[in-house]
C-alpha cells in the first residue's frame, strides 16, 4: 500500500504570513494528490486535484504543487478563515485509501 | 447541486453492528465511473478510508478492517449502506460518505458527517 507522510502536523502562523505543507509519498504517484480544508465541527472541503488545479471557489492564495513522491501546500498570505487542519491524499491507487496525518495550522 | 447526508444510530452498544445509510442527490451511481466512499475520523484524529463502491457495482474495502464492512447500493433510492459488525469504542467516530467522480480522483463533495459513539 501506498503510504503518505505529511508534516508538519502543526505548526503556528500569523496572518499575512506564507505557509507550506508538505507531503511524501512512499512511491511515486504522478501528480494524483488532492488537498483538502477541514474546520473543527465541518466536513473535508476539496481545495486542490492534481497536485496544483484549483478546486471552483477556491482563493488563489491556495497553490499546491510537485509530482512523483513530494509535494506541497502553500497559503500565499494567511487569511483568519485559512486557520483549519489540512489534509492531503493520493488517488494513485484504487480505491484511494490513504490520506496524510494532517496539519493543523493554527493563530501565532 | 450535488449533495450526500449521512444518517445512522448515534449510539451503539460494543459487538453490535452499526448500519450508516448515505443518501446522495445531483449524479446518479450508474454513471460510468462514479462511486460513493465512507471515511471516518475519530475525535482529534487524522482522516481514515473505510470501503468504496463503484457505478459497476464493485466493492472496495480498508484492508485492516475488511472483515468487519460491507458496502452496498441501491440506486433507484440513491443510497448506499454500510455496514460495520462487532462494533468497539474506538469506532467511536465521525463517519462520512463522498463522492468520487471519477474512478481516479479526490472526494468531492462530502456529506455533513454523523458522530458515532460506541459505549455501553
Known amino acids: 500500500a501506498i503510504r503518505i507522510t505529511q508534516s508538519p502536523s502543526s505548526l503556528s502562523a500569523s496572518t499575512g504570513d506564507r505557509v507550506t505543507i508538505t507531503c511524501r509519498a512512499s512511491q511515486g504517484i504522478s501528480s494524483y494528490l488532492a488537498w483538502y480544508q477541514q474546520k473543527p465541527g465541518k466536513a473535508p472541503k476539496l481545495l486542490i486535484y492534481a497536485a496544483s488545479t484549483l478546486q471552483s471557489g477556491v482563493p488563489s492564495r491556495f497553490s499546491g504543487s510537485g509530482s512523483g513522491t513530494d509535494f506541497t501546500l502553500t497559503i500565499s498570505c494567511l487569511q483568519s478563515e485559512d486557520f483549519a487542519t489540512y489534509y492531503c491524499q493520493q488517488y494513485y491507487s484504487y480505491p484511494p485509501e490513504t490520506f496524510g496525518q494532517g496539519t493543523k495550522v493554527e493563530i501565532k | 447541486q450535488v449533495t450526500l447526508r449521512e444518517s445512522g444510530p448515534a449510539l451503539v452498544k460494543p459487538t453490535q453492528t452499526l448500519t450508516l445509510t448515505c443518501t446522495f442527490s445531483g449524479f446518479s451511481l450508474s454513471t460510468s465511473g462514479m462511486c460513493v466512499s465512507w471515511i471516518r475520523q475519530p475525535p482529534g484524529k487524522a482522516l481514515e478510508w473505510l470501503a468504496l463502491i463503484d457505478w459497476d457495482d464493485d466493492k472496495y474495502y480498508s484492508t485492516s478492517l475488511k472483515t468487519r464492512l460491507t458496502i452496498s447500493k441501491d440506486t433507484s433510492k440513491n443510497q448506499v449502506v454500510l455496514t460495520m459488525t462487532n462494533m468497539d469504542p474506538v469506532d467511536t467516530a465521525t463517519y462520512y460518505c463522498?463522492?468520487?467522480?471519477?474512478?481516479?480522483?479526490?472526494?468531492?463533495?462530502w456529506g455533513q458527517g454523523t458522530l458515532v459513539t460506541v459505549s455501553s
Open positions: 463522498a463522492r468520487m467522480p471519477a474512478a481516479a480522483g479526490p472526494f468531492d463533495p
